[in-house]
Structure formats: structure tokens, C-alpha cells
């Protein structure tokens, strides 16, 4: 009954270095998605999947690659982190139905600190 | 392009009185709206959905909200807030066949006791 997975839970990073963020999920759901969280701005999506091999760029891409090599996993990248991306990250899926409006899953959240 | 304002950052009820979240929507076509709480270290929760059909949808631990289209408005209600409710509550809307979500900014509850 995992749901959605992500780990780290916390990370501190140098300026410059590159880290990986996991998300995995076990509910078949074709659609994934990565939101960051900063206070008093809601969450706003950065990339999104609608299936594996497929991703898009989403509200705020820019220092971040993703990629979807399988329905079940969608990691999140950093090339080089910087203090701007400071914040929390949240991984999440759904199913796609057109019309059943679909609700969306979220992990725990990866909190990231970049110095 | 579609938005989401939640009016109120901070919200502040006594335990046992109405709580009142309120959300306006911006949507060129019918949306799919959406409350989600979110308690502290937590990840986000689904409270209630809004797809088609009844205006006035119920979810669980005793919220509910109505959409109301002529408003562009989608507000959460709970009669008898209870001190469990303390959380951050984060309104989101989607459309037809795409599954992107918009939130707002959230509305963080405290319950007085």
C-alpha cells in the first residue's frame, strides 16, 4: 500500500552540485508530476508526464531535467543547484480519465536546502 | 490561462464554529475542482472533488463545498471546526482532458481553543 514514494526526505546541498530526486509510484497511474512548494506561492508544477518515454515542461522547468523511463518511476534532477531552488518537492500521480476529473496522489515530500 | 485565488492566507476560527475557505476560479471552460489539505511535513490529501453533476459536493471529515458557477466559486465549509482541522487547505482546478493542476496559494487554519 506504498502509494507514491519519494527520497529523500531531506537534502543539503553546495551550490553547483547536481542530486537526483526518486519518485516512485505503484498504482499504475499513467500520469506523474513534480511540484515545488515555497511559502505564500502554493505549488507550482515544474514537469510532467502523461506516460513513460513521454514528459513536458510545466510551469517552472528551468534548472530541472526529468525523464520517464518506466510507468512506475519519474525522477527529478538538478544540474547544478542553486539557492533559488531552495524549497520542497512533491512528487504525485494520477490516472488519466478524460471527463472522471482524476485525483492526484502525493508523496511526503523531499525538503531541499541548497547553500 | 487559468488561476486560482484563495482569498485569505491565514485563517483563525474558535473550535466548535464554522469555518469558511474560500476560492474563486478562472476557467474558459467548465473545470474540475479540487480542496486538498495539507497537514504540517506532510504531503497533500484529496478532501473533495468536483467533476459534473451536484453542485454541492461532501467529503471527508465533514467538509464540503459548492460550486457555483455563476460566482466562479468553489468555498469549503465545515459547520463545527474541531482542533484535528489545524492544517494548510489548498484549492486546485484542472480541465477536461488535460490533468494539470493549478493551485492556489493555500489558506492556513488555525483552530482557537
Known amino acids: 500500500n506504498a502509494g507514491v514514494t519519494q527520497t529523500p526526505k531531506f537534502q543539503v546541498l553546495k551550490t553547483g552540485q547536481s542530486m537526483t530526486l526518486q519518485c516512485a509510484q505503484d498504482?499504475?497511474?499513467?500520469?506523474m508530476s513534480w511540484y515545488r512548494q515555497d511559502p505564500g506561492m502554493g505549488l507550482r508544477l515544474i514537469h510532467y508526464?502523461?506516460?513513460?518515454?513521454?514528459?513536458d515542461q510545466g510551469e517552472v522547468p528551468n534548472g530541472y531535467n526529468v525523464s520517464r523511463s518506466t510507468t512506475e518511476d519519474f525522477p527529478l534532477r538538478l544540474l547544478s543547484a542553486a539557492p533559488s531552488q531552495t524549497s520542497v518537492y512533491f512528487c504525485?500521480?494520477?490516472?488519466?480519465?478524460?471527463?472522471?476529473?482524476?485525483?492526484?496522489?502525493f508523496g511526503q515530500g523531499t525538503r531541499l536546502t541548497v547553500v | 490561462a487559468q488561476s486560482v485565488t484563495q482569498l485569505g492566507s491565514h485563517v483563525s476560527v474558535s473550535e466548535g464554529a464554522l469555518v469558511l475557505l474560500r476560492c474563486n476560479y478562472s476557467?474558459?471552460?467548465?473545470?474540475?475542482l479540487f480542496w486538498y489539505v495539507q497537514y504540517p511535513n506532510q504531503g497533500l490529501q484529496l478532501l473533495l472533488k468536483?467533476?459534473?453533476?451536484?453542485?454541492l459536493v461532501k467529503g471527508i471529515n465533514g467538509f464540503e463545498a459548492e460550486f457555483k458557477k455563476s460566482e466562479t466559486s468553489f468555498h469549503l465549509t465545515k459547520p463545527s471546526a474541531h482542533m484535528s482541522d489545524a492544517a494548510e487547505y489548498f484549492c486546485?482546478?484542472?480541465?477536461?482532458?488535460?490533468?494539470?493542476?493549478?493551485f492556489g496559494t493555500g489558506t492556513r487554519l488555525t483552530i482557537i481553543p
Open positions: 504525485a500521480s494520477s490516472y488519466i480519465r478524460p471527463g472522471a476529473g482524476a485525483e492526484a496522489f
Open positions: 498504482m499504475n497511474h499513467e500520469y
Open positions: 508526464s502523461v506516460g513513460a518515454g513521454i514528459t
Open positions: 476557467s474558459s471552460v467548465p473545470p474540475y
Open positions: 468536483y467533476t459534473t453533476g451536484a453542485t
Open positions: 486546485a482546478q484542472s480541465n477536461f482532458g488535460n490533468e494539470k493542476l493549478t
